[in-house]
């Protein structure tokens, strides 16, 4: 397909257990973002690549987040020793924009995440 | 602190009629400001675009205006149809120089009644 496409989009875990989802941005794509969404509010966001470089993790809440995009494609993000309020909707967002152009992000459909 | 507020309340109107939504910020100076559609279980789909020195743009039945005076931003849905019944959300960005990365509303749900 030709849009940013997220995997599992459902996950369960128990609190403790390591969690990783999937990110495939439309093809081309330079600059590749993570949000986070609660229920009931906007995306939040985690971090941001420009191409294989994570140039931006201030809206990771903690260390037990961490992301990657090793190849400037495929993005992972990894959340380790899951808690609770680690359980939202994580959003994947793709731009062919490099910073400042403006131009819209293009989203996936998330991966509801839930810790038991 | 920083803020980007939506109407607080689902937005219910009649179909046919003008619907329109507000967006108030503080605390940023953005260069731009983006609107989505968010459906449910879906991601967000960007609508339209306006940049700080613009006024109003269009797009269809869309229309968006950007005060940087007020800190506010209004979107227009003319004509509206049930179809357009889903959540709105406003994104502020371009603040920051480094990243494309976006500060969104909490959004606003509405609701067109046949």
């Known amino acids: 397909g030709a849009g940013v496409s997220q995997s599992p989009r459902y996950k369960v875990a128990k609190r403790g257990q390591d969690v990783a989802l999937r990110c495939d941005p439309i093809s081309g794509h330079v600059s590749l973002f993570w949000y986070q969404q609660a229920l009931g509010q906007g995306p939040e966001f985690l971090t941001y690549?420009?191409?294989?470089?994570?140039?931006?993790k201030s809206g990771l809440p903690s260390d037990r987040f961490f992301a990657e995009r090793p190849e400037g494609s495929v993005s992972t993000l990894k959340i380790q020793r899951t808690q609770q309020e680690d359980s939202a909707v994580y959003l994947c967002a793709s731009s062919p924009a490099r910073p400042g152009q403006g131009q819209p992000q293009h989203f996936g459909d998330g991966t509801r995440l839930s810790i038991l | 602190s920083q803020k980007i507020e939506q109407n607080s309340e689902a937005l219910n109107i009649q179909e046919g009629k003008t619907a329109t939504l507000t967006c108030n910020y503080t605390n940023y100076s953005p260069a731009y400001l983006q609107w989505y559609r968010q459906d449910p279980g879906r991601g967000p789909v960007f609508l339209l675009l306006?940049?700080?020195?613009?006024k109003e743009k269009r797009k269809e039945r869309l229309k968006v205006t950007f005060d940087t005076t007020l800190k506010q931003s209004l979107f227009h849905i003319t004509a509206s149809q049930p179809a357009d019944s889903a959540t709105y959300l406003c994104?502020?960005?371009?603040?920051?120089?480094?990243?494309?990365?976006?500060?969104f509303g909490t959004g606003t749900l509405l609701a067109v009644q046949p």
């Open positions: 690549f420009q191409n294989e470089a994570q140039l931006d």
């Open positions: 306006i940049r700080e020195n613009e």
């Open positions: 994104a502020l960005g371009g603040y920051g120089g480094a990243t494309n990365k976006l500060i």
